[in-house]
């Protein structure tokens, strides 16, 4: 088997099995990256196909993905270097000799440019399949503007799947309760005569998602990236999501986020907020949003900030119990506790952790993703 990005060798075994999944899962995400069309169809075609080849055979694995996850000429080139850059050493080459190892050029949205898909400085960002994944996990207050195109880039790809609900009102089935009213009136449209049994079921509907994102001026390094997760949020579950910005205002910005382009959506919400690198009153702003009644019942809270609390930690302390009572789960995104040696001693985290349920990092493409993990199972 190549050796992949964690050096696993998938056996027969299922463990083997999964493990060469994943494995060929993750070959494919670096193939989408690199505007290769390897989607999920193509990918379960890999994998049928490697169960009736030898796995551990590198040019067996290179030509059933060339065959398999390449649509067209075009992807055939990108496809060599991400299959060098994915697994390493000297691929299987076809008959013409390639280099292992070749950059593969993108071109990214210019610094202070509006969003994806607008035009830049016209530069291009060479960028391999090891690069990504240290950009993967780099903290984005650090990053130079080309590198941070390139993250939001990635960001626009990522899809937040929620677990799914059941709900009160019912929908028809062939299993379930017996649906009364339905057999009654089937009966009645056939003068009397008896009827087949209708039978109902509770509908199921993905577990709503709140999210408030502080955009004050000590989150402002993070804000932008912080607010592109809420758009892949809202795509993902249009009816099922909820976003806020918190500062010295709150302003719901759901309808904004809704725009499937991700730099129209941003600049719909660089207009619809107010308060930009402004203070914070998280305290004051949860209450607000507490008392417009019960978004946040069964939902799961995502609330997104630095604990920089400039009014009453206490305030804040007892909106975030008053929180914890009302939601599924409260989460706390905090950029700062992805850096080594971080302590929560701001008044406000220190008011707001005893209620929080989960309190995880922000600071990186890798930290989003798995707290959309998270989400997808909460």
Known sequence: MPDGANGNRPGPEGSGRSVLAATMTGFARTLRAAGVGADHQRTQGLLRALRHLDAADREQVYWAGRLTLCAGPDD???????????????RARPSRGAPPMVTI?????????????????????PATASRAEVLRTRDV??????????IHRMMALLRVPRERRRSRRFTPAHRGRLDVGRTVKDTLRRGGE????????????PRRVVLLADVSGSMAPYADTLLRFAHA???SEPRATEVYSVGTRLTRVTAELRHRDPGT????????????????????????FLDQGSAARGAVVVVASDGWERGDPALLGLQMARLSRLARRV????????????????????????????????????????????????
Not at 76 to 83: A, E, H, I, M, Q
Not at 110 to 125: K, N, S, T
């Open 233 to 235: 949020l809202v795509r």
């Open 105 to 125: 050029t993108r071109h990214t949205v210019a610094p202070g440019g509006a969003g994806d898909g607008e035009a830049g400085d016209g530069h291009a960002v």
């Open 331 to 378: 989460v706390w995104v905090n950029p700062h506790k992805g850096r080594e040696g971080y302590l929560p001693l701001t008044g406000g985290m220190r008011a707001a952790l005893p209620h929080v349920d989960a309190f995880v990092a922000g600071h990186s493409l890798a930290a989003f993703q798995e707290l959309a993990e998270r989400l997808s199972h909460a």
């Open 194 to 205: 008896p009827a087949r049994l209708r039978r109902k079921a509770h509908r199921t509907r």
């Open 265 to 288: 959506a941003m600049r719909e919400v660089s207009r619809a907020i107010p308060d930009w690198s402004g203070g914070t009153r998280l305290g004051e702003e949860l209450k607000e």
């Open 76 to 90: 055939l080139p990108r496809y060599d270097r991400c299959f060098a850059a994915y697994f390493g050493g000297e």
């Open 141 to 150: 207050a650090r990053m130079t503007a080309a590198e941070l195109a390139e």
